[in-house]
């Protein structure tokens, strides 16, 4: 199902009219950050308070901002023959999520495009990789045109615009971490937290987890 320039945050995990669990983008990186805040928020249903949280709260910032950035230069630097913003998607196999930008390129691809309040470091974090391929997977599914290069642009490294290559292994990766996420919620699997403990510092669990010596 595609739905335009929606105006309410729909990106939020729930139950589909089946009752059966509805993915979302937002749970991608939520279970990329620590499978664990999957366990706790999703299969115990725990709330996370997210309005606490500094880096939320500039991720909505930023949704709200981009709005004000020209996006005219994409389609002379990458090919964009038209442009649709705020894009509901969703799929007969459960995931569903609002896409900032699908781009239409002049070879017959499309390409999701997602705004970040972040810095470019030299590359592409594994979660943004996996949200660009979360929605890439959506659009091919909704609008049937392949779907090979996504792009980020990176708010705090004055709009710098990042292309991330979409491949056949990189979709495969991502069936893997669903099928992972799906294992959590579904089956109550406890999973292993994160190998990273400064994301723990961040973590609105960090008083109820484990803590791994």
Sequence with gaps: MVTDELTENMDLADTGSSGAFSI????????LFCPRFTYFQNYLDIPQHEEKRFKVQKGRTVHEDKKRINPEYLRKKIGCIERKKG???????????????????????AAPLDYKYAEYK?????????QLTFYGRLIQEN?????????????RSRNKLVEVPL????????????D????????GIYPKPTKYKAKCGDCCYRNICEKVI
Excluded: M
């Design 87 to 109: 894009v509901y998607l969703s799929s007969e196999k459960g995931i569903r999520g609002i896409v900032d930008e699908i781009l239409f390129l002049n070879d017959g691809s």
């Design 167 to 178: 491949t056949e292994k990189t979709y495969h990766e991502l069936d893997v971490i669903i």
């Design 180 to 187: 992972d996420l799906i294992d959590v919620v579904q089956k």
């Design 143 to 155: 609008y049937g045109v392949p779907v090979k290069k996504g792009f980020i642009i990176y708010t």
């Design 24 to 31: 979302t983008a937002s749970d991608i990186l939520e279970f």
């Design 122 to 130: 030299e590359r592409t974090f594994r979660n943004h990789k996996y």
